[in-house]
């Protein structure tokens, strides 16, 4: 016959429906200060008396005196520090493994910071120049399951900070939330001004990103002021195009020179917060007009067109979510499939041809920030946008130059990089790695030489050309320069230690050379300052400075480098 269970738990936990430690006292009851009166009742169901009252109550019928409850708590104390001892000095064995699970842990942890520091190494030059734009990279991605919700420091990427920052008494107000229409149109210049703004822009700047066909611009602006009044406010303007005007007028008051500003009445103040405003303000429409969901190439070619602003402003983390979503947009409106074939009137077919392949190239250029890209050049299938003037869209020579000759070289360059990616993530060796990055260098070299416009040589200027072939001249030679260095870069740290690299060492730093050189001569021009000027010019000078630090200081060329660095 079996014994009925007999009660562990006190009679007071029992009544109070709480967990019992089962010892005599209880837990509950020292903290409740009923020690004296703690026990364990009788097993309503079986005649047995928990053994626990019986070894240190001789009897529970027969009450204890003080001294007796006070030796029977001192015992009862001194087995449970006993047992306390016995579990936090654990035996050698376990002592022992429990160290080595320590080496364990201290070696995976060291092993992965060993992982990081050598990814961090193998991209310093890299990371650096990221960081002088505004921008980080990081080698190794430390993945939260779950982040806190308190902002606790500044967004990363970002050069100007747009963490939460409680916002000082001057910058409260309505003036600072552009979101409102009326503050939008507050923003706007007047007629005369933003009309020199859009015309300093097609003329000075488009052939550089070609994200829009001028004509079409200035049709629509037309149409702004003698239909609308000039009103962003009015309920028939599209608020997709202001986003589209601002973009303009931000890449205008950015790019243009200083003494261009200060004669149309921009003083340097005005003029930085008029060229955050106006980026915020592109920002601001495309979300009032729901651009996600209202799929128009008018947002396509506000973002596009916003690129030649963002990097100065600091807003290059932001742009690089906003070009994402361009890409997906243009995507759903077959941009990505303008052939001689597809539907439309030459000038629609032509304006979407030139913001995709704008898209295109900053997609692809943007390769070392992220090591992938998104817009894959097999599914691709667009032409690129005609050698032509904007006054007759009719196909000329390459030798001619146009507003659209400039990106067009520069798309070609820009199709290396996915290429290259694909043939550094395919192989498994730094043998073969490196015997990627030699061939496409190679690439780049002959279609650098061969394929490109003989006005964007060096040869002598024609009166007859358009003002900015002096600029794309020098842009050109600064741009394909880097990206010389964009395609050695995984073997650029390394190639300073390690002489089986000693090519890439010497080509990065000829092009860093060639990027200063170009530099210099671009200051003393009065065209338009370009982000590319001052990134890459950082980009080469962190080569140099890094060839300098490997080298002995009797070394003529540390001199020599140093001299560029300085100067």
């Not at 690299?501 to 338009?528: D, M, Q």
């Amino acid at each position: 016959m079996s014994v009925a269970r007999g009660r562990m738990a006190c009679a007071s936990c029992t009544k109070r429906k709480v967990k019992c430690s089962k010892t005599v006292p209880c837990v509950h009851c020292i903290r409740r200060g009923e020690q004296d009166t703690c026990g364990i009742i009788s097993n309503i169901e079986s005649p047995v008396i928990e053994h626990t009252v019986s070894q240190y109550f001789p009897s529970s019928a027969a009450p204890l005196d003080h001294d007796e409850q006070l030796s029977a708590l001192s015992r009862r104390v001194a087995e449970l520090e006993a047992e306390l001892q016995q579990k936090t000095y654990s035996t050698p064995e376990v002592a022992s493994h429990r160290v080595r699970n320590l080496d364990t842990s201290i070696n995976r942890e060291t092993g992965g910071a060993e992982l990081a520091r050598d990814a961090v190494a193998e991209d310093a030059a890299s990371i650096l120049e990221f960081l002088a734009w505004g921008r980080r990279k990081n080698p190794e991605y430390h993945a939260v399951a779950s982040p806190e919700a308190a902002v606790t420091t500044a967004q990363a990427g970002e050069v100007v900070a747009n963490a939460q920052v409680e916002p000082s008494a001057a910058d409260t107000g309505f003036l600072q939330d552009i979101s409102h229409t009326s503050v939008l149109q507050l923003l706007l210049p007047d007629k005369q001004r933003t009309w020199d703004l859009v015309l300093w822009h097609e003329r000075c700047l488009l052939w550089y990103h070609c994200s829009y066909y001028a004509p079409s611009l200035r049709k629509q602006l037309e149409s702004f002021y003698s239909n609308h009044g000039g009103s962003v406010e009015n309920p028939g303007v599209n608020l997709q195009w202001v986003a589209f005007l601002f973009a303009v007028l931000a890449g205008s008051l950015t790019c243009m020179p200083n003494n261009t500003a200060e004669q149309w009445g921009f003083g340097e103040d005005e003029r930085e917060t008029l060229s955050k405003r106006w980026f915020q303000a592109v920002i601001s429409c495309l979300n009032k007009a729901d651009y996600a969901a209202n799929h128009s190439i008018l947002s396509i070619q506000a973002i596009a067109t916003l690129t030649v602003s963002a990097h100065m402003l600091g807003f290059s983390s932001t742009q690089s979510i906003h070009l994402a979503a361009a890409v997906r947009i243009a995507q759903s409106l077959g941009l990505h499939r303008l052939t001689s074939d597809a539907s439309g009137s030459e000038v629609e077919k032509e304006t979407g041809r030139r913001v995709w392949s704008q898209l295109c190239s900053q997609d692809w250029f943007s390769l070392p920030f992220s090591e992938t890209y998104l817009v894959n050049p097999l599914y691709s299938k667009s032409e690129l946008p005609m050698n032509c003037h904007d006054e007759e869209v009719l196909p000329l020579p390459d030798f001619v130059p146009t507003v659209t000759g400039y990106s067009r070289f520069l798309h070609s360059i820009a199709s290396i990089m996915p290429r290259l990616q694909d043939g550094l993530v395919s192989s498994n060796t730094l043998f073969t790695k490196y015997e990627q990055v030699v061939k496409w260098d190679k690439q780049l070299r002959n279609l650098a030489t061969a394929g490109r416009p003989i006005y964007l040589s060096a040869v002598p200027l024609d009166s007859q050309w358009p003002v900015f072939v002096p600029w794309a001249r020098r842009s050109l030679a600064i741009s394909s320069s880097h990206k010389i260095i964009m395609i050695h870069r995984s073997f650029l740290s390394e190639s300073f230690t390690n002489p089986a690299f000693g090519f890439t060492r010497r080509t990065c730093l000829a092009a860093s050379k060639t990027i200063i050189k170009e530099y210099k001569c671009v200051v003393e021009e009065n065209g338009p300052v370009l982000w590319i000027h001052q990134a890459f010019s950082v980009a080469a000078s962190v080569i140099l400075i890094l060839d300098v630090l490997h080298r002995e200081n009797c070394e003529p060329e540390s001199m020599e480098h140093l001299q560029l660095y300085e100067g």
